[in-house]
């Protein structure tokens, strides 16, 4: 049986430097971003990157992001930059955006889906640009990665995460620590006319239109534009816990919670029936037998940064369901509100 090997570039010099030598083999390694750890892949090679396809059981023909050190590497794989693109690039890399672009039609045609449009980042943590130009000298033109956990499932935001999810693998795990951001990156498609928010991220809208200097229509996980590209994590059902979440609003969570309380007077069970996730709702119904509660931060990107690990924790306790309080109607929380939709939708 094969082992995930756990890498920690803090302790061994050399781990980024043999991690980059095996993309370059055409093998798999995951590492740290600041958003969330990826699966990653040479995408300059299809059949290395049909390997995280098979490892994260995701449909081939559903996209994924490559990874490059620097803008310019980006043209490798880009066909063209539009305007809108390179402004955004400029603002924003590197950091937590990925744009859709058009395709260099000789190159990364798994790693797009198939798709004439391929989705570009350059990611802003310190283990994941040295392991790109480490790779980038090995003759690796940029790197597929999606969140390295099987298909549809919780986002890794540490290496244990990543270690429990394919601990049957024979699968490299670069440690950077727990990710910064801890949702994954906006996505703007700048492939046609107008540009599109095809998932929001810690970048909120205002941020983004004013960089791109032209408004950005936003594609909803409720109300998805028809016409756009293929892209990674828009699924409507994604981010998913094994527990079935439901996303309320405070009155409906403390009402379902008023409900419940009474069946469950005497719980004896092992563990608790019910998970809750929560900003107030714990504050009124405190200590209750079989509800397992847990305080939803009250900052947006504290709330983001927390989010997967704690759907992650959550789930590790074997409730059926996990209650969670709807976000704030506030721009900052569009990246954790698309996140709950998806896993609500699961």
């Not at 599109?196 to 983004?208: K, Y």
């Not at 998913?240 to 069946?263: Q, Y």
């Not at 119904?285 to 997967?308: D, I, K, N, S, T």
Request: hydrophobic share 45%; net charge negative.
């Amino acid at each position: 049986m094969t082992v995930p090997k756990h890498l920690d570039p803090g302790s061994q010099r050399d781990a980024i430097d043999r991690a980059a030598a095996r993309l370059a083999d055409g093998h798999l390694v995951a590492f740290p971003t600041e958003t969330v750890y990826g699966l990653g892949a040479r995408a300059d090679d299809d059949e290395a990157v049909a390997q995280i396809f098979q490892a994260k059981g995701r449909p081939s023909h559903h996209p994924l992001i490559v990874h490059v050190h620097h803008r310019d590497a980006a043209l490798a794989f880009a066909s063209a930059l539009p305007p809108v693109a390179q402004r955004l690039m400029e603002r924003f890399w590197p950091g937590p955006l990925t744009v859709i672009v058009p395709r260099n039609p000789a190159i990364g045609a798994a790693a797009a889906g198939g798709q004439d449009t391929i989705g570009l980042r350059c990611p802003d943590h310190p283990v994941a640009l040295a392991l790109l130009r480490a790779a980038a000298e090995h003759g690796v033109l940029g790197v597929a990665a999606p969140s390295a956990n099987r298909f549809g499932r919780i986002s890794p935001t540490r290496a244990e995460h990543v270690l429990s999810e394919f601990e049957h693998e024979d699968l490299w795990v670069l440690d950077g620590g727990m990710c910064e951001v801890g949702i994954e990156s906006a996505i703007v498609d700048c492939s046609r006319e107008h540009p599109v928010l095809l998932r929001p991220g810690q970048l909120t809208r205002d941020e983004l239109e004013a960089a791109a200097c032209e408004p950005i229509r936003w594609s909803r996980p409720e109300a998805p534009d028809p016409k756009a590209p293929r892209a990674s994590g828009t699924l409507l059902a994604h981010y998913a816990p094994r527990a079935k979440v439901r996303l309320m609003s405070e009155a409906e969570l403390i009402d379902a919670l008023d409900k419940l309380i009474p069946v469950l007077v005497g719980w004896s069970e092992p563990g608790p029936q019910v998970a809750v996730y929560s900003r107030s709702a714990w504050a009124h119904r405190p200590g209750q037998p079989g509800v397992a509660m847990r305080v939803m931060p009250a900052q947006p990107a504290f709330a983001a940064h927390e989010l997967f690990a704690d759907l992650r924790d959550m789930d590790a306790l074997g409730v059926e369901q996990i209650w969670v309080e709807h976000p704030p109607a506030d721009a900052a929380w569009d990246g954790v509100l698309d996140r709950l939709m998806r896993a609500a939708a699961a």
